[in-house]
């Protein structure tokens, strides 16, 4: 009897707590958080003091670090940890308390006696243990996973996103000092040639129609250079704004535009795009993905088993411990059993909602084949703009000492009275437009390598060759 009683204790005191669970969560310290999302470093999860200038690598890892894009492609991540914990614990039993009174009208009796109170207290306690689900939550499972791993592409994505934006408008950047520095020298010049051209009308060996068109051209020179001051603001602020830094922040973007050779082939620059690209590895995930879900909808073709233990226990008190016509194995008693149903017709939806996940994984494949087609074109698109852009820099070198030497043959010839003022603004507008195809075709170079790279799937903060 003594072992009896004992063995009954055993699902009492889980009842017991099942029901105290509620006021024991409270009392206890908060759940560990998750492991640190792969990609997310220490650094990147806290805000960075604003430095006072940045070269390219800096910039790119500060933006990293701050941009809100990066917070929230970091939060979707951490999401799809906590649902992959969730599909695993979908596989252990579950346990539901439940609680609650029942009154009689009348006193139950059966043969002239009493047989149970007619103010009934039940508490009951169950443990539900999936045992077969037609492979449903081994399929949710490795779907939450590939999602993971999918959200784990996307990370990258947004990196690469932001890594390329970064680049460019830093680019753009340093291309719009160079332009102001060139237009700078033209205000120069300008100024230079009034003050020649003037001493010569004052003399009377210049018309008054030289000054004039002098004058013209210095204002015009004014003009670019506060256009080109104006595009070098415009490009700090995008900057700032990518970085997560006040519009008006006065941070010093350093460097210079620069030719970097890239020996690269396009078969070898193909391949690492088609390992590396996270494009082509969410599509992948979408693949498997599309799968799981089809193999999630197949589930129905099975019978559904489980297994259920529940324990009860009743009386005539909130307390459930007495009753005055209740017997011993009626006031407290268990069970343990198997359950097994199979709906095994429904006019085809089953079959219908299969055959759909088919179709769907079909359509993911056919996208995956587009993505690398597109990944390609991409690689190919912009190996040709660095390989132009290439070309450009050095006819633009060549370009831009012949303008110099022509604008001081110019001036030469001008200041010795045999040359026209005309052909000394022709010498000057050549060396404007030189120094700025200079300045873009550098631009264009590293601004086409930045985008192989990102095409590539790799990330390159500083932009060097590899």
């Keep these: 009897m003594t072992r009896k009683k004992a063995l009954r204790m055993v699902p009492a005191m889980a009842l017991v707590l099942c029901l105290s669970a509620p006021a024991l969560a409270q009392t206890q310290a908060p759940a560990a958080a998750p492991a640190p999302v792969a990609g997310m470093t220490a650094q990147q999860g806290k805000a960075q003091a604003m430095p006072s200038s940045f070269d390219l690598r800096q910039a790119v890892e500060y933006g990293l670090a701050n941009n809100p894009t990066m917070v929230s492609a970091r939060a979707q991540l951490l999401g799809s940890e906590y649902d992959v914990n969730t599909a695993m614990a979908n596989f252990l039993p579950a346990a539901t308390a439940s609680y609650g009174v029942l009154s009689y009208d009348k006193q139950p009796k ?40 999918q959200n784990e592409a996307k990370l990258t994505q947004t990196e690469l996103a932001l890594i390329g ?57 004014e003009q670019a250079l506060l256009t080109a001051k104006n595009a070098h603001d415009t490009t700090r602020a995008k900057l700032n704004s990518l970085l997560n830094l006040p519009l008006e922040a006065p941070v010093t973007y350093m460097g210079e535009l620069s030719y970097l050779p890239f020996s690269m082939a396009l078969a070898e620059c193909l391949d690492r795009a088609y390992k590396a690209r996270p494009d082509i590895q969410i599509g992948v995930k979408s693949v498997g993905m599309a799968e799981k879900d089809q193999t999630i909808a197949g589930s129905a073709f099975y019978p559904q088993v489980s297994a259920d233990y529940n324990y009860y226990k009743k009386g005539d008190s909130p307390s459930v411990n007495e009753s005055k016509y209740l017997s011993n194995s009626a006031k407290e008693y268990w069970t343990v059993g198997a359950n097994a149903s199979w709906t095994f017709f429904q006019w085809g939806s089953t079959y219908n909602k299969y055959k759909s996940g088919g179709e769907n994984v079909n359509k993911m494949r056919a996208d995956l084949e587009n993505t ?51 052909d000394l603004l022709t010498a000057q507008a050549a060396v404007s437009n030189s120094e700025a195809s200079l300045s873009q075709a550098l631009s264009d170079y590293q601004t086409a390598l930045s985008n192989l790279y990102i095409a590539m799937g790799e990330k390159n903060p500083p932009l060097e060759i590899r």
């Design 110 to 149: 059966s043969g002239g006696y009493n047989t149970s109170d007619q103010t009934l207290w039940s508490a009951q306690l169950n443990l539900h243990q999936p045992v077969f689900t037609g492979f449903q939550l081994l399929s949710t499972y490795q779907r939450a996973k590939l999602a993971k791993e």
């Design 165 to 221: 934006a970064i680049q460019t408008n830093y680019l753009a950047h340093l291309k719009s000092k160079l332009d102001v520095k060139s237009a700078q020298d033209s205000v120069e010049r300008m100024a230079s040639q009034l003050k020649v051209t003037t001493a010569f009308f004052e003399v009377g060996l210049k018309p008054r129609l030289d000054v004039l068109q002098a004058e013209v051209d210095a204002a015009t020179a």
């Design 372 to 422: 690398k087609l597109n990944a390609g074109f991409e690689v190919k698109q912009y190996l040709l703009n660095q390989r132009v852009a290439a070309d450009s820099i050095a006819v633009a070198h060549k370009s831009v000492d012949a303008a110099r030497e022509s604008y001081r043959m110019a001036l030469a010839r001008y200041q010795a009275q045999v040359g026209t003022n005309t």
